[in-house]
């Protein structure tokens, strides 16, 4: 197959990038540092020709705002799949979150957004939601300086990106179901707790406060949807396993 990546370079993408690779696909990143823009659509079209599949794993940097979210992946989105219906692209595999079902707000409401915009579009589709990824807890440390991180009261049950990235490829090769199975982390995490462990094992003194944030986002964060249901598949490496892993790089 040929399989174009959408987000290829980031942290989810280049994992997918080598488990295509892996997989004896042809592989096209789209990027812009490649010539193709999600979000203004220059280049897509060029870059989608031949291609029988595209997974999309773009992303922005963490955001509370529910206004700023939305408009990223609807655009991302309309701009693709415009595209992959000029090329005749026959599969569209986009990433999403367990669980987000209740919690339309904030970032949230950007990737709600988006799997609306894939499910209305003119190309065969399949969402495949998956946990919070290990790399999130550095992620959030990476956005609060200072001695002290306050994180959001957040269950989970963190993956691998790399596992995440096996799993787009096998949904991308079984064609379009529309929704794929769930895919979670092997045990039940805080954001916190995870967080505290990584700060320990990075030999980096912090201390980490949990606080509940409020409204519809802290609710949904502390209520224990991300953490899926109990049909999803199961990962295989922990947050510890991923730490002592070359996938975790130490800052």
């Not at 595999?93 to 367990?98: D, R, T």
């Not at 669980?99 to 003119?122: F, H, M, N």
Request: proline share 4%; aromatic share 4%.
């Amino acid at each position: 197959m040929r399989i174009a990546i959408a987000g290829g370079t980031g942290t989810v993408g280049r994992h997918v990038t080598e488990a295509a690779r892996g997989a004896g696909h042809d592989v096209v990143v789209i990027s812009r540092a490649n010539g193709a823009d999600v979000l203004t659509g220059r280049g897509l079209a060029a870059a989608l020709a031949g291609a029988d599949a595209v997974i999309d794993v773009t992303n922005l940097a963490t955001t509370l705002s529910a206004k700023k979210s939305t408009s990223f992946f609807e655009t991302a989105a309309h701009h693709l799949l415009a595209a992959e219906q000029q090329a005749g692209v026959d599969h569209h595999v986009v990433l999403s979150i367990v669980g987000i079902d209740g919690i339309d707000a904030s970032y949230y409401a950007g990737k709600l957004a988006q799997e609306r915009a894939v499910a209305a579009g003119p190309v065969p589709f399949t969402i495949a939601r998956t946990g919070q990824f290990h790399e999130f807890a550095g992620q959030i440390l990476g956005l609060v300086g200072g001695p002290f991180a306050l994180l959001p009261r957040t269950l989970m049950r963190p993956v691998a990106a790399r596992e995440v990235a096996a799993h787009l490829v096998r949904v991308a090769e079984a064609g379009a179901v529309g929704r794929a199975p769930d895919l979670v982390g092997p045990r039940d995490e805080t954001l916190a707790d995870a967080a505290r462990r990584q700060l320990a094992f990075d030999g980096i003194r912090r201390r980490v406060i949990d606080i509940r944030l409020p409204g519809a986002y802290g609710k949904g964060l502390a209520s224990g949807s991300l953490r899926g249901g109990a049909d999803a598949l199961r990962s295989e490496i922990t947050f510890d396993e991923w730490l002592r892993s070359a996938d975790h790089t130490r800052p």
